[in-house]
């Protein structure tokens, strides 16, 4: 089973950017579906953005326009580059890999924007 780690969250301020890493233990050239999501507190778990082994991505409406998602192959890693941060924007972010033979997530990364 490939095991998803994140990193890159910190602190910001309102404005700033980050940028998250999601790097899998094995390769994730076969897996169709890597997505970022976050949580905040008392919050749902929602979709972020994703992206499918074609390079096809989708956004969440609140994050579009501030926000790239990327995956490099060749590295096993996954990207979300983050900017023009809002503090609604604070939250648990996770990545998550799926496909036919892989369901995994990650153990999160915290991301927090003041204002």
């Known amino acids: 089973q490939v095991q998803l780690v994140e990193s890159g969250g910190g602190l910001v301020q309102a404005g700033g950017s980050l940028r998250l890493s999601c790097a899998a233990s094995g390769s994730i050239g076969s897996i169709n579906f890597m997505g970022w999501y976050r949580q905040a507190p008392g919050k749902q778990r929602e979709l972020v953005a994703s992206i499918t082994s074609g390079g096809s991505t989708n956004y969440a409406e609140s994050v579009k326009g501030r926000v790239t998602i990327s995956r490099d192959n060749a590295k096993n890693t996954v990207y979300l580059q983050m900017n023009s941060l809002k503090p609604e924007d604070t939250a648990v972010y996770y990545c998550?890999?799926?496909?036919?033979?892989?369901?995994?997530w990650g153990q999160g990364t915290q991301v927090t924007v003041s204002s």
């Open positions: 998550k890999a799926f496909s036919s033979w892989i369901n995994s």
